[in-house]
């Protein structure tokens, strides 16, 4: 139970530290020094202390999607397994509830936007929801494969001890998960090569321009459930690709830890090396990471 | 004394519209009265749910009755009592919502004639639920079948209102001869006409294949599974809204009770009739999202998700009868909870929508999404509510959509582990993947709903004169929406009625659904803590917002990359919103599309007309019906068109029978 708190506040507190290391590796590939590491944290202080700007057409549902928003990730956190600790709340089939948690999110994020009445964001929203109906099945396709190799049907025990047991046993599967993973992540945190965080052109843009007009207060609370959202899955793919067992739970926290600066790494290296992809592209990445899934769980079920 | 309850709430809601017949001259007394009559026989009946939901064994109750073969004989088990509750709930909340939106003082005779059929459907299909016998069960399908047709046709005098009533009146006696067909099959099996009869039958052979194929052609046909969904779009957007809600809400359920029941009477079904109603209900709630994805009206839009829940349902009766074949108790809880479940939820949130959705057609006078926008500030309780209902469809925790759905992911789940007497077919896994695809696709579709509607700003001059609906109204809604939130927030409340349910439809001792039923609650316990966890993380972060930001903030126009002249009609419209998503669909619609493209350095005229028609009913069943039309108006020949002639040709085929009866044929 201490080991699974100590995991949350390390969840809520370093998440956006990702977020800088992710940025800082892009830096250094394009050449510059980049921002401090800690940039993200000093952003939301500032964006705390702002007054904020309405759009005309808004109501509470503009002001609510942040809250909601960020209050919905959060909660998913509550079932998230850190690096092989216990998650604070487990139970059977919890992930299916993390999954919709997140889904929640982002039908408030979705609304948010539309209740601008801005043709961007409507683009934005219409995007978002898109591509995330086609990421839910590869998802949960991965989901899946990771419940029959380590037979649990809750995110602690899928992510648990069983699954150093599970890479002998079933470790091609697993692999063509953790890839399939990786390429939902990506899209589902809104980085290259399906959305660039960085464009300034609101006709490429998902998810920048979905939250194009919130500003001040509003601004930091989405900006901190994305930087959570991404260390939701950073955490979900660094456990299943480093799945051994270590005895210390200080030892495992902290090459859970060394394993998500690793994951930040990686995203900015794809981010660096990989051009974005057409908008049409989109879908087929999914389906692709979609039918890598099932073949992963064909390997299992054969 | 429960079934005496349950006859009373027949009797009282049947006649309610009649009610209110003597008080003409004074229509809204007349109205409330009726309803008052309505809502009371839905308290009586609701009593009488709960208390045989807490008895010990199913209270029964058997009449004798003169038709031939028929008893009138009422049971309650767990299944009958708990598709009692929504099935006499939304009706009574539904004629509230109609004493301000059908006033019979401003509609009269017609408004009379719809209660009275909003009445007597009401009974009828609180007796369908409970009845014990399969000519009491036929009378009363067949009366509220025919209430449900004089209910569409409401508004006659539109030709659109007219067809969609004949295709309802024409699937629903098609429906109706498979049931004719199926309850002589089990009569012959059984030996009698009781359901009490038919417990235990065998489940193999050619006759039980038949049976469960006859069931899913006539009680598919009325809960809307595709391709057997037809009927349904057109109905539900041409009946008033409170009918739609009802219709939609429950009246579909009775398809979904009938192949409970019938699936319910055989010892060990097929592993095979489990795989169908998987597929079928997968297919069914994949493209019924797709086609409402497509859809311009929000009412047709609302009925093509009626059509998405019952594959959702449908996939728990599969997951159920899949568990009973393998010997897995846990696996016939979890899908029948999830199937029962869900029916009780879509009930809730499916009425609750289509109340709102009335409310802004009341409002606005349109039922075109892409007319409307900017809805909520006119109407922000309507708009509030209707977020509930939404959210509540799309499975989003914490509300009641949620809780079913995550039983029917849990049944399917259990079949990727090997857990159980017998492994089970690992195909059912891919349950989990489609039932996501499903939600992110319904998610999308609501999105757009409630963007294109409420939020923004009006796209047309009908938008912004809208108003806020009358208590009346919003009333039956806020009842609505509170039990998303009560089912929601505490889901293992339910369980224990859940594993009865279970337990009576599939003949296991309740001993044996106890431990799965002990391990669901647990669960549903934390989906209970992180469901509140959530709640009080969105209370605390709206309240630290709101020290942040205590004055009222500046407002100003939504950026649009600094052009200056932007205008309403340069939205996002909900067609483009969904666009992404249907053409992806494009191999199962059919989309009809007039596109007049600008032409030349300074066009004129330029226009885009696109629809979705149903693939079913316009591309299949109604070219084919009146290719038969005409092949049978050829066939005929004109001399067979007199009258004289047709009245010969009746009395000789009387006499030709009486004539084999007279010389020793026997009737059976």
């Known amino acids: ?302 | 004394m429960i079934p005496a309850l349950v006859i009373a709430a027949v009797v009282l809601t049947a006649s309610s519209g009649l009610l209110g017949l003597p008080l003409r001259r004074w229509p809204a007394r007349a109205q409330r009265l009726s309803s008052a009559a309505l809502c009371l026989g839905a308290l009586v009946g609701v009593t009488g749910a709960v208390l045989a939901l807490r008895a010990p064994t199913p209270p029964a109750l058997a009449l004798p009755w003169a038709a031939p073969g028929g008893t009138f004989s009422l049971r309650l088990d767990g299944l009958s009592a708990l598709f009692l509750l929504p099935v006499l709930v939304v009706p009574s909340l539904g004629s509230i919502y109609g004493l301000a939106y059908y006033p019979q003082a401003r509609h009269g005779a017609r408004a009379i004639r719809l209660q009275i059929f909003y009445g007597l459907v009401t009974g009828a299909m609180a007796l369908v639920v409970t009845a014990a016998n399969a000519i009491l069960f036929l009378a009363a399908w067949e009366v509220m079948a025919l209430s449900g047709y004089f209910l569409v046709v409401t508004e006659h005098e539109d030709a659109e209102v007219r067809r969609a009533g004949f295709v309802y009146l024409a699937s629903a006696h098609a429906g109706n001869l498979a049931l004719f067909a199926l309850f002589l099959l089990l009569g012959q099996v059984a030996g009698s006409l009781d359901f009490g009869a038919m417990a235990g039958l065998p489940a193999h052979g050619g006759v039980a294949a038949a049976i469960f194929l006859l069931a899913l052609g006539g009680f598919g046909l009325k809960a809307g599974m595709l391709p057997l969904h037809f009927w349904l779009p057109g109905a539900h957007a041409a009946a008033p809204t409170h009918v739609s809600a009802l219709m939609s809400g429950v009246l579909l359920k009775t398809g979904i009770y009938g192949l409970l029941r019938v699936t319910g009477f055989f010892e060990a079904p097929p592993a095979a009739w489990g795989t169908v109603m998987l597929a079928g209900g997968a297919v069914s709630a994949v493209l019924g999202v797709a086609f409402a994805l497509a859809q311009h009206d929000v009412k047709r839009l609302l009925a093509y998700h009626s059509v998405e829940n019952i594959g959702i349902i449908a996939m728990g009766i599969g997951l159920a009868l899949l568990g009973r074949a393998r010997g897995d108790p846990a696996l016939v809880l979890l899908g029948i909870g999830g199937a029962v479940l869900h029916v009780v939820n879509h009930a809730t949130f499916k009425a609750l929508l289509f109340l709102g959705a009335g409310a802004v057609v009341h409002a606005t006078g349109t039922r075109e999404i892409d007319r409307l926008g900017g809805v909520a500030r006119a109407m922000p309780r309507t708009a509030a509510l209707f977020l509930v209902g939404a959210a509540a469809i799309c499975g989003l925790p914490p509300l009641n959509g949620f809780a079913s759905e995550w039983l029917v992911y849990l049944g399917s789940l259990r079949t990727a582990l090997d857990v159980g007497a017998a492994p089970h077919p690992h195909f059912a896994v891919l349950g989990a993947p489609v039932l996501a695809f499903v939600g992110g696709l319904a998610a999308a579709c609501f999105a757009k709903v409630f963007g294109a509607i409420f939020l923004g700003q009006g796209r047309s001059p009908l938008a912004a004169n809208a108003h806020e609906a009358p208590g009346a109204m919003l009333a039956p809604m806020l009842v609505l929406a509170a039990i998303c939130v009560v089912i929601g927030l505490a889901p293992g409340a339910v369980l224990p009625w859940l594993a009865r349910a279970a337990a009576h439809w599939s003949g296991l001792p309740a001993e044996a659904l106890a431990g799965p039923a002990a391990e669901a609650g647990a669960s549903a316990t934390r989906v209970s803590g992180v469901a509140a966890a959530l709640v009080g993380l969105v209370v605390a972060l709206a309240a630290f917002r709101r020290r942040r930001l205590p004055a009222p903030q500046p407002r100003a126009e939504t950026w649009g990359c600094a052009y200056a002249r932007p205008t309403a009609r340069m939205q996002y419209t909900a067609s483009s919103f969904a666009e992404m998503l249907v053409v992806r669909f494009g191999w199962a619609f059919f989309p009809r599309a007039r596109v007049v493209p600008p032409q030349g350095i300074f066009p004129r005229r330029a226009s885009f007309e696109a629809s979705v028609p149903d693939t079913v009913l316009d591309v299949g069943v109604a070219p084919a019906a009146s290719f038969l039309a005409r092949l049978a108006a050829r066939a005929r020949s004109p001399l067979l068109g007199s009258v004289q002639l047709q009245a010969l040709l009746l009395v000789s085929g009387l006499v030709a029978l009486l004539l084999w009866l007279a010389l020793g044929g026997s009737p059976t």
């Not at chain 1, 090459?255 to 087929?284: D, H, K, N, W, Y």
Request: glycine fraction near 10%; aromatic fraction near 8%.
């Open chain 1, 1 to 302: 139970m201490i080991r699974a708190a100590i995991s949350f506040v390390a969840f809520l507190a370093l998440s956006p530290l990702l977020l800088g290391v992710v940025n800082r590796v892009k830096a250094l590939f394009a050449g510059r020094t980049g921002p401090p590491l800690l940039q993200l944290y000093f952003d939301l202080h500032r964006l705390l202390g702002k007054g904020a700007v309405y759009g005309v057409a808004t109501t509470w549902v503009f002001r609510a999607g942040p809250v909601i928003g960020l209050a919905a990730v959060i909660a998913a956190g509550l079932v998230m397994s850190f690096g092989g600790a216990p998650a604070l709340v487990a139970f059977p089939g919890d992930f299916v509830l993390f999954a919709y948690l997140l889904g929640l999110a982002r039908f408030f994020t979705a609304l948010a936007a539309l209740d601008t009445g801005s043709s961007f964001e409507g683009m934005g929203a219409a995007r978002e929801v898109t591509f995330s109906s086609f990421a839910e099945p590869a998802l949960f396709l991965c989901l899946v494969v990771m419940a029959r190799a380590s037979g649990a049907l809750s995110l602690s025990g899928m992510l648990g001890d069983e699954l150093a047991a599970a890479w002998h046993v079933q470790g091609p599967a697993l692999l063509l998960a953790a890839v399939a993973l990786l390429g939902v992540a990506l899209a589902e945190n809104a980085r290259i090569p399906v959305d660039d965080p960085n464009t300034h052109l609101e006709l490429t843009m998902i998810h920048e321009v979905m939250v194009l007009d919130h500003s001040g207060p509003d601004l930091a609370l989405v900006q901190y459930g994305a930087a959570l959202k991404l260390f939701l899955f950073g955490a979900l793919v660094v456990r299943l690709t480093l799945g051994f067992p270590i005895a210390s739970p200080a030892l495992s926290l902290l090459a859970f830890l060394g394993g998500m600066l690793g994951f930040g790494v990686a995203i900015g290296t794809v981010e660096s090396t990989v051009a974005r992809l057409r908008l049409v592209r989109i879908p087929q990445l999914l389906v692709g990471a979609t039918v890598l899934s099932a073949f992963a769980l064909v390997l299992l079920l054969r």
